[in-house]
């Protein structure tokens, strides 16, 4: 089985200020990690992902998530938030061997980027 | 260019009545999916297809059809017996050759609403 979890219904922040988005992930095994972007009435677009590696990914817009193993998290983030950031944010995630199971995806994440 | 159609973005139900909704891609992905989208549940998997002719139901089947002729398409039925119908209805593809690292390429969605 695989979940997500995605703690925050809401995140605000502030133009400038770094931006952290909170998801933490079970599955069996070594997942395969993602975060997608969503925007009002659009599909989901993909920022990044994480396979095997350096446990910070780096992705499109200037974000970047941190994988921990430990923690089971992979928490997405941005040094300095643009309001063009304001999206909804999902996390998803596969197990390394689960042949083609399909993505499991968390609830989403609303994020405020306020001037 | 390549990529994921829906159509029509906005449809319009009545009571009793089905319809069909749209998802076409170009891609030469293998494997095509259909979620539900609805505020504060996040994405919920209806049924996905990962080879023609073969389809399998996702977490909530009940109320939807779906047939695979052809690759490129994956038309999703919503029946008279989906109680509740109104929601984001978004396809997504994804190739399955390869080491399995591939997110997925989402359509932009469309939006059904009972009247």
């Known amino acids: 089985a695989q979940s997500v979890a995605q703690p925050e219904d809401q995140v605000n922040v502030a133009e400038g200020n770094p931006l952290t988005v909170k998801c933490t992930y079970s599955v069996s095994g070594n997942p395969y990690l993602f975060w997608y972007v969503q925007y009002p009435n659009r599909g989901l677009q993909f920022l990044l992902k994480y396979i095997t590696g350096d446990n910070l990914v780096k992705g499109s817009y200037g974000f970047e998530a941190e994988f921990n193993k430990s923690q089971t998290s992979f928490h997405l983030k941005k040094p300095s938030a643009l309001v063009s950031d304001s999206a909804l944010y999902f996390c998803a995630v596969r197990a390394l061997n689960s042949g083609n199971t399909p993505l499991g995806f968390g609830k989403g994440t609303r994020l405020s980027v306020i001037a | 260019d390549g990529g994921i159609t829906q159509s029509p973005k906005y449809l319009f139900r009545k009571e009793g009545q089905n319809v069909t909704l749209s998802c076409e891609q170009n891609?030469?992905?293998?494997?095509m999916y259909w979620y539900r989208q609805d505020p504060g549940q996040g994405l919920r998997l209806i049924y996905y297809?990962?080879?023609?002719?073969?389809?399998q139901k996702g977490d909530i089947a009940e109320g939807y059809s779906v047939s695979r002729e052809k690759k490129e398409s994956f038309p999703l039925t919503v029946t008279s017996a989906q109680k509740n119908p109104t929601a984001f209805y978004l396809c997504?593809?994804?190739?399955?050759?390869?080491?399995?690292?591939?997110?997925?390429?989402f359509g932009s969605g469309t939006r059904l609403t009972v009247v």
């Open positions: 891609l030469n992905h293998d494997a």
């Open positions: 297809s990962q080879i023609v002719n073969d389809f």
């Open positions: 997504a593809s994804t190739p399955l050759t390869g080491p399995g690292d591939y997110g997925y390429t």
